[in-house]
């Protein structure tokens, strides 16, 4: 990994954000920490001595401003939410816009305002936090798209950058014990019972390891794609729901 430069964090107030600000601190970097919450960036400030940044990934000026007034060798965009995760039939309209604005628009412009500094420096990494439900069927199909989109994003983005030294890479983790779901669902009983899963789920600390390493591969390798879950969650296979007839 780069011994000096500046390192720009989204969703850095929480879970795998957290985690990653306070991994890479102590390592010769300047570590910008972005959210929207100012007291816990000012709580992990004074614990880690990064440099907090209040910034909602949805307004395009602040956006904007980030690119023009700093020079970013490594950006992490974790910010990202999940909302209508029940049902995309009883969804807000609202929350389809704000999952698709946080998810995918701020995440593609924040990437565009950082990477002419990058070409121009001949150096630079993007890491993008997507999800497993990028690469697998699953039953929240607002999540699943923008996170699809993710990474088509990466793959393509790689094609765009071949000649430059940027390096890109797409982070898919499973289950990961968060605050996703204390956002993500309004309704008490529906979010304790996608809470509750009765395994051991991934910690944001095993997700910074694992953006630690790509960050840490020798400068001509590129880790194009890095997915991991918990032990006990598994993908594929069949799945079957009747449907109830009786009335036809």
């Known amino acids: ?71 970013i060798d490594v950006l992490i965009n974790n910010a990202g939410l999940g909302r209508a995760m029940g049902s995309l039939v009883d969804a807000d309209p609202d929350d389809v816009e704000r999952t698709i604005d946080t998810n995918v628009t701020a995440l593609i412009l924040l990437t565009q305002a950082v990477l002419p500094g990058m070409i121009d420096r001949q150096r630079g990494h993007i890491v993008n936090i997507s999800s497993t439900l990028a690469l697998y069927p699953g039953p929240a199909a607002l999540y699943g798209a923008s996170k699809g989109a993710v990474h088509k994003f990466c793959r393509d983005l790689r094609m765009e950058l071949a000649g430059s030294a940027i390096r890109v890479t797409e982070i898919n983790p499973g289950r990961v ?9 309004d309704d008490p009983d529906l979010r304790q019972d996608l809470k509750t899963t009765g395994i051991t789920e991934l910690t944001p600390e095993d997700v910074a390891a694992s953006i630690l390493h790509c960050l840490d591969a020798p400068p001509h390798v590129n880790i194009h794609q890095l997915e991991l879950a918990p032990v006990e969650q598994v993908y594929g296979g069949a799945r079957f729901t009747p449907i109830d007839r009786s009335d036809s």
């Open 1 to 71: 990994m780069l011994e000096t430069g500046t390192v720009l964090v989204t969703g850095a107030s929480s879970g795998i954000g957290d985690a990653v600000v306070r991994s890479l601190s102590g390592r010769g970097l300047t570590v910008i920490a972005a959210a929207r919450r100012a007291d816990r960036l000012a709580r992990l400030a004074d614990e880690t001595g990064c440099t907090p940044l209040t910034l909602d990934v949805r307004n395009r000026d602040q956006i904007a401003e980030i690119g023009r007034t700093h020079d």
């Open 177 to 185: 014990a968060t605050e996703f779901y204390d956002v993500a669902i």
